[in-house]
């Protein structure tokens, strides 16, 4: 018997009541909101007017230190013509090719638990572009109205900055200058700030030694391959470019030797003291999960006990982390490591450079009072490399970090408003094969024996085959006594749907679904993995007979394509049902930050 007849049957017989159950629920519809929206009509199309690009691709070279790079004189001007506001607080300066949002969310969640006023500035983002900047301890986006005030105060000075650079200023650098403006209008102590492409010529890349309290490069991957450089290499000198004279730098890693080499030379080169998270002195470890709350977490214990160029050491035990996943304990790891170099710096000889009517507050604050030669208002100056930050605040502020689309699980309530009370419902980010391992393993903690239902949606096929042996695996180490382990079981990958959503406001930057899913029954085949193919079409693809013998129709993975977002979860969640007599299972939306946004957008509605 043909797949295509055992798939035809496996259908009329189990799947078409599923879908006919599934269309009787009532449908959610998506709210999505335009890549730039910042809710302000005004500011809105003015962004709309630069160009964006994340969506119309990043040119060959353009994060590389060359003749191709990114104009950085450009961005030195406009902030320059904004009162250069990113000398106006010390910033925390972040690069990487993976764990730049979830450290700055460390980060600035520690500060905020010291009672420092921080500003944070990372990308992409989920729904809308205020995302990207927040205020204060909750980490919510800048409100619309404070954002929109401050962009209007100072229009003038960018619409004159984009008539002199001849309209070559993007979207990009234009809002990372509104975020450091508005950063020093709300008199910001700390600003934890995320390079968006590369280092070296990033609009970030802005800060001088003086401006700098620390740089951090979280890891060196090949995502952006063609804009660095073409190389690990050329990524590896791109990012060591937020590295400034005399500031330290802290490593997460692990980084290949000869990668973290270039990283050392350059930092070496700057008179730059190096903390590395992967040091030996870190005997960190993660020893659990708990999802019986509504807020799950895991357990793990942070020691470190590092004597490089710095010496720092902390002993945290039993941090429950909501960010979940052994490289989010890398990501808090690093995070620890950057808040322990703030606060062994050591004191400096700042006295000379403040007011003689200062006084120090208990966070290492300079207070001065109205009138003094430096303002006419009262002013906060910090005290260079007085930074107060305690065991109890780095504890307290990575115990309620948090970041929406990363490892995230409805609650009970979201389940509820998408028609499926009870679902244990995931959304992920993940892009890379990388973060694909992270989810993956993610999930086989948490919940190792259970069945998995996958919403995918992707920008490219040529990862299909390693995610499906990423995300396949989960099921082949069950059947393999190589690879089981008996006290860790796994679980089974029941279904696998493939969608599309937009991205940056088009669907010409994702891959079809239907290619999706070629990939994918190709994939399989080459690694010999069961499956059923669903669809309506392309039975062609998949004619070749798979030996009758070593099938159970309805034990194998379902592959189907599903245009409504919300009725390919709700069906997943009826497939899981049927497949499993407790009807407990898992839904993992994954694939893209677009696809987690557009979940959202229906439960705004």
């Not at 309506?536 to 194998?556: K, T, V």
Request: aromatic residues 6%; proline residues 3%; hydrophobic residues 40%.
């Amino acid at each position: 018997m043909k797949v295509s007849s055992i798939a035809c049957r496996f259908t009329a017989l189990v799947l078409q009541p599923l879908f006919a159950k599934s269309r009787a629920l009532p449908r959610a519809s998506c709210r999505r909101l335009s890549t730039a929206s910042t809710e302000a009509p005004e500011m809105d199309a003015f962004m709309e007017k630069l160009k964006n690009y994340e969506k119309i691709g990043v040119p060959k070279g353009a994060g590389t230190d060359s003749c191709d790079g990114f104009d950085l004189g450009r961005m030195r001007r406009l902030l320059h013509n904004l009162g250069s506001p990113q000398s106006k607080f010390k910033a925390i300066h972040i690069a990487g090719t993976k764990g730049k949002g979830s450290t700055a969310a460390f980060i600035s969640s520690i500060l905020c638990a010291e009672g420092y006023s921080v500003g944070c500035y990372t990308s992409p983002h989920i729904r809308s572009i205020r995302e990207r900047i927040t205020l204060g301890a909750s980490g919510e986006a800048v409100p619309v109205k404070s954002l929109d005030s401050h962009f209007h105060k100072i229009k003038d000075e960018l619409d004159i900055a984009i008539e002199r650079e001849k309209g070559h200023l993007s979207q990009f650098e234009v809002f990372t200058a509104i975020a450091l403006s508005l950063f020093a209008e709300e008199r910001v102590q700390f600003a934890v700030v995320e390079a968006g492409l590369g280092g070296a010529r990033d609009a970030t890349n802005v800060f001088t030694s003086s401006d700098l309290a620390a740089a951090i490069i979280t890891n060196i991957g090949e995502e952006h391959l063609a804009a660095l450089g073409g190389s690990l290499q050329s990524i590896a000198v791109a990012k060591s470019g937020i590295i400034k004279e005399d500031r330290p730098l802290v490593l997460g890693g692990p980084f290949l030797p000869h990668i973290e080499s270039i990283i050392r030379e350059k930092a070496l080169s700057l008179c730059s003291p190096v903390v590395s998270a992967s040091d030996p002195g870190n005997r960190s470890v993660l020893k659990g999960f708990s999802g019986a709350c509504q807020v799950p977490h895991q357990l793990c214990d942070i020691l470190l006990l590092i004597e490089s160029d710095l010496h720092v050491s902390i002993e945290l035990f039993d941090l429950q982390l909501r960010l979940l996943g052994s490289h989010q304990l890398k990501n808090a790891i690093t995070a620890t490591c950057a808040a322990l170099c703030l606060r062994e710096q050591g004191p400096q000889q700042w006295i000379e450079n403040v007011p003689v009517n200062a006084v120090v507050t208990e966070y290492g604050l300079i207070e001065c009072v109205a009138g003094s030669l430096f303002d006419s208002k009262p002013q906060t100056y910090l005290a260079e490399a007085w930074w107060m930050l305690s065991d109890t605040s780095i504890r307290a502020g990575l115990e309620s970090a948090y970041l929406v689309g990363r490892s995230q699980f409805l609650t009970s309530k979201e389940a509820d408003k998408l028609g499926l009370p009870g679902a244990t419902i995931l959304l992920d980010g993940a892009h890379t094969k990388e973060s694909a391992q992270a989810l993956v393993d993610m999930v086989k903690m948490a919940y190792c024996d259970a069945r998995l239902f996958l919403l995918l949606l992707w920008r490219m096929t040529k990862i299909i085959l390693d995610l499906l042996e990423l995300y396949f695996h989960v099921k082949m180490k069950a059947r393999s006594d190589i690879f089981a382990s008996p006290s860790l079981p796994c679980g089974c990958l029941e279904a696998v749907c493939f969608t599309e959503v937009d991205i940056a406001g088009d669907r010409s930057r994702t891959t079809s679904s239907s290619l999706l899913k070629c990939s994918w029954i190709k994939a399989c085949r080459e690694m010999d993995v069961g499956f059923l193919d669903c669809g309506a079409a392309n039975y062609e693809l998949i004619e070749d007979q798979f030996p009758e013998s070593s099938r159970n129709m309805g034990s194998e993975s379902i592959l189907f394509v599903e245009g409504s977002l919300v009725d390919s979860i709700r069906f997943g969640h009826e497939v899981l049902c049927a497949k499993s007599a407790s009807g407990s299972g898992i839904i993992v939306v994954t694939g893209s930050l677009h696809i987690v946004s557009a979940v959202l957008g229906c439960l705004e509605t």
